[in-house]
């Protein structure tokens, strides 16, 4: 569904799959057409109500120690080097599959937040810099 313009409104930049659109008054998320995303939702936020923009990176070392830990079961324990294998294996993909960067912006109300999973450091940068520039924008006019 398209988004309804207020009257002064002007798309300044969006995602490249078209669910984040930066306008000259909002920042608005939404994931409710298509797609197989599991998470549903439209959130928008207008620039006068948008608090902070942040980029996070989650992981997990603890996988990485468990992975350790099953490396050292492999040479240690003698008959067990297969499972001590396995479990080495197992846990270091948890670890690179868990991984995920978020793109964060709040407001005292609601949050967005977007995985940019595929998308460049420097594009999400620069959609920073268009809503920072955006918001003092609407600040000056």
Not at 125 to 140: G, M, P, S, T, V
Request: aromatic share 6%; glycine share 6%.
């Amino acid at each position: 569904m398209t988004m309804n313009y207020f009257p002064d409104e002007k798309l300044l930049i969006e995602s490249d799959n078209k669910v984040l659109v930066l306008t000259t008054h909002r920042v608005r998320f939404d994931s409710m057409e298509g797609g197989l995303a599991v998470r549903k939702e439209l959130i928008s936020i207008l620039l006068e109500e948008l608090a902070s923009c942040a980029i996070t990176r989650a992981s997990y070392p603890i996988l990485l120690l468990l992975a350790l830990a099953g490396v050292v079961l492999a040479v240690v324990v003698e008959g067990a080097s297969i499972v001590g294998i396995a479990l080495a294996i197992l846990f270091t993909g948890g670890f690179f599959l868990s991984q995920r960067q978020v793109l964060l912006l709040s407001s005292a109300g609601s949050k967005i937040q977007v995985n940019i999973a595929g998308m460049t450091l420097q594009s999400v940068r620069e959609f920073i810099d268009e809503i920072e520039k955006a918001k003092n924008q609407r600040y000056l006019a």
